[in-house]
């Protein structure tokens, strides 16, 4: 049986605030196989972001497990989760994170040279991907002088550049207008369609739509699971989440 690129066992994370408690994960177990495409889905507040921390070892489950590429994951020290994250996982933040003391290509490059790639082709390479997603001609621009779109554009040009196992992202079309959101998301379709494995947390339907698998979440637990990859589903999916109030 093929190992799964991902998989998390029974998750459970509580945070405390003085002497009250909010259980954002409540026993939750998924698995990514290679070349999925995961879709997380739910109201704010459901655990969706909380779990893709978990997934990329952002943050530790207070019990449970994750795998990633064969390796336990949630017990490693922070340097040894930064290592694996190096390695094997591409993130797109919701809040963006670009270092803004750089210029766009700078920040594109950071996970390459982290990994030891000359400058040269790791200049090459952020230079294609931020080609491919429109905002090439913005390279040597800082961070602050691009629209939220574009940001949003350069930091999955940095998600991916290094050409992870898994990208993990939250809401990657949340601040984009309908047209930068095609770009977005037509992009995705090509890594998928190359074999890159997926989980995104979306609040978009459309998105949604276009994974291969569909988790809902609510009040931290997984309450559906659907395969889209039935040509009859597909189409309709849009329609059938009544869970996000």
Same mark, same amino acid.
């Given at each position: ?6 998989? $998390?066992?029974? %998750? ?8 009250? &408690? ?29 779990? @893709? ?7 530790? /489950?207070?019990?449970? &497990? ?11 020290? +922070?340097?040894?989760?930064? %290592? ?9 933040? =919701?809040?963006?994170?670009?270092? /803004? ?7 594109? #490059?950071?996970?390459?040279? *982290? ?11 952020? *230079? &294609?991907?931020? +080609?491919? %997603?429109?905002?090439?001609? $913005?390279?040597?621009? $800082? /961070?602050? #002088? @691009?629209?939220?779109? =574009? ?20 809401? /990657?079309?949340?601040? %984009? ?10 992009? @995705? ?6 074999? =890159? ?9 459309? !998105? ?12 931290? &637990?997984? !309450?559906? #699971? ?11 999916? $849009?329609?059938?989440?009544?869970? #996000?109030?």
């Amino acid at each position: 049986m093929t190992q799964p690129l991902l998989r $998390a066992s029974a %998750l459970v994370r509580t945070y405390r605030g003085g002497a009250r &408690e909010h259980a954002a994960l409540r026993d939750v177990s998924l698995t990514v196989a290679a070349g999925d495409w995961v879709a997380i889905t739910g109201p704010s507040g459901c655990g969706k972001s909380t779990l @893709l921390h978990l997934l990329g070892g952002l943050d530790r /489950p207070d019990s449970g &497990e994750v795998w990633l590429a064969g390796t336990r994951l949630d017990d490693r020290d +922070e340097s040894g989760r930064a %290592l694996l994250r190096r390695r094997h996982v591409g993130f797109v933040f =919701q809040f963006l994170n670009l270092v /803004p003391t750089m210029t766009v290509i700078g920040n594109v #490059e950071l996970p390459l040279v *982290l990994q030891g790639v000359a400058r040269r082709e790791a200049r090459a390479r952020s *230079l &294609e991907v931020l +080609e491919e %997603l429109g905002v090439g001609d $913005a390279a040597d621009a $800082a /961070p602050a #002088e @691009l629209s939220g779109g =574009q940001q949003q554009r350069v930091a999955l040009a940095r998600a991916v550049v290094h050409r992870p196992d898994v990208l993990l992202a939250d809401e /990657p079309t949340g601040a %984009l207008d309908s047209a930068s959101a095609d770009v977005v998301l037509d992009l @995705l379709r090509r890594r998928h369609d190359s074999g =890159q494995s997926i989980v995104l947390v979306t609040h978009d339907h459309r !998105v949604a739509a276009a994974a291969d698998r569909v988790v809902t979440m609510l009040d931290g &637990e997984i !309450v559906d #699971e659907r395969d889209l990859t039935g040509a009859k589903d597909r189409p309709t999916y $849009a329609n059938l989440i009544n869970l #996000e109030g």
